[in-house]
């Protein structure tokens, strides 16, 4: 019997609707498995936590979830209580960084069924590798008060390591998939580190003859996962790049509550952390209409991480046929409830 420990943090909002329907599915495969069990330790470590304790987790937060095989994270974020600068850099971000879950793995596709709002969806399969460690994300920079001058300042860093290390993720992928990447770039603005990036990209595809390439401008990026989404196999993108093609990519499908991602940690010193593109939706917590979809497809993720595809495949296959089947959350044009989705969902694996 394999067993995989995974440390659970529902968060805020309707992280807490959706991580416990994704953990009813995976103790579904589970059983349809047969030999493997998983066991979850559930943390509370959320806003709520933050205004009983100050902190979004414990001072040895970080020590206790290393022990453990993965994380499954729903989402961080109640701006109305907690700013979101201090949930997210005190819970998300802060795993993320000091567990060097440098590479964010986001797909995309075409399921049956879905309401897709383009004219013509017609299979769409890609991928987004994000950078997820600096880039546009960095610590650097400042606040300075100066009455009516008050300014805020960003920099950007882009280190040769972190550029190559996202880039050649991609290449690897693409060589399993279509063997195809398209680096999001903007070279065409008037910053350093768009043609630093170019650069980089030019340099490491040499290393990687059996796989095209494509360098497309941000903005047309944008519109061309708009008007034909075919084109694309793997992306790869910086972290606020990847982080906005992300959602549109969610919202191609039919909702931003269908689309999974994966925080990678590629040294093997930390866990990986699983939690899908969405966040808290604070609108719709408490209503029992949440997509846990994202969430189910994120799950599958961790199995693929586990070794597990066979397991995670049937996981995917049965999302498409409850998509098909029209059993839908109202996200994505139906009527049914987060419960009945998954209710489906474990129906259909259990009868596989
Ligand atoms: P959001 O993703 O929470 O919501 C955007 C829109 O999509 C909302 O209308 C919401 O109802 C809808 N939506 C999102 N997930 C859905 C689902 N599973 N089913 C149905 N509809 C869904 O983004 P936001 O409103 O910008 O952010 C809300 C909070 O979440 C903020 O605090 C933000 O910082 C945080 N956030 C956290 C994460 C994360 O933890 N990974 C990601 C994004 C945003
Ligand atoms: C995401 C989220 C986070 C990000 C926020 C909540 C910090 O939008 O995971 O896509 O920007 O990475
Ligand atoms: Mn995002």
Redesign the pocket.
């Known amino acids: 019997m394999k067993k995989f420990e995974i440390a659970v943090i529902p ?5 807490k609707e ?1 991580v416990p329907a994704a953990l009813t599915v995976l103790n579904t495969a589970a059983e349809v498995h047969g030999g493997i069990r998983f066991d979850f330790t559930e943390f509370p470590w959320s ?1 709520d936590y933050y205004l009983k304790h100050g902190q979004m987790m414990p001072d040895d937060g970080l020590q206790i979830l290393q022990g453990f095989d993965a994380i499954f ?7 109305r209580l907690v700013p ?1 600068h201090i ?2 850099w005190g ?2 971000i802060k795993i993320r960084r000091e567990f060097e879950q440098v590479i964010n793995i986001r797909p995309a596709k075409c399921f049956k069924g879905l309401c897709s709002p383009l004219v013509n969806p017609n299979d769409f399969d890609l991928i987004v590798v994000r950078e997820n460690s600096e880039g546009e994300y960095s610590e650097v920079g400042g606040r300075i008060h100066r009455g009516e001058d008050e300014l805020a300042i960003q920099n950007a860093v882009f280190t040769r390591k972190g550029t190559e290390r996202a880039m050649r993720y991609a290449f690897e992928l693409a060589q399993k998939r279509r063997g195809h990447v398209t680096s999001a770039t903007k070279s065409n603005g008037i910053f350093h580190s768009m043609p630093f990036w170019d650069e980089v990209f030019n340099e490491v595809k040499q290393d990687y003859p059996d796989v095209a390439t494509a360098s497309i401008h941000i903005d047309a990026l944008a519109a061309f996962f708009v008007t034909r989404p075919q084109m694309f196999d793997v992306i790869v993108a910086s972290n606020l790049f990847g982080d906005i093609l992300t ?1 549109l990519g ?1 919202a191609i499908m039919g ?4 689309a999974p ?1 994966a925080n990678i940690n590629l040294n093997g010193k930390y866990p990986s952390m699983f ?11 408490g209503k029992g ?7 189910i497809w994120t799950a599958k993720m961790m199995l693929d991480h586990f070794g597990e595809e066979e397991l995670g495949n049937k996981i995917l296959k049965v999302i498409e046929e409850v998509t098909e089947a029209g059993v839908k ?4 044009g139906g009527s049914a409830s ?1 419960r009945e989705v998954t209710g489906e969902i474990c129906r259909r694996l259990k009868a596989l």
């Open positions: 968060g805020d909002g309707i992280g959706v806003c994270l729903g989402a961080v974020g109640n701006p979101d949930s997210l819970l998300l959602d969610g909702s931003i509550g269908i991602a939690e899908p593109v969405h966040g808290s939706a604070p609108d719709i917590y209409i949440a997509n846990p979809i994202g969430q959350t109202p996200d994505m987060t």
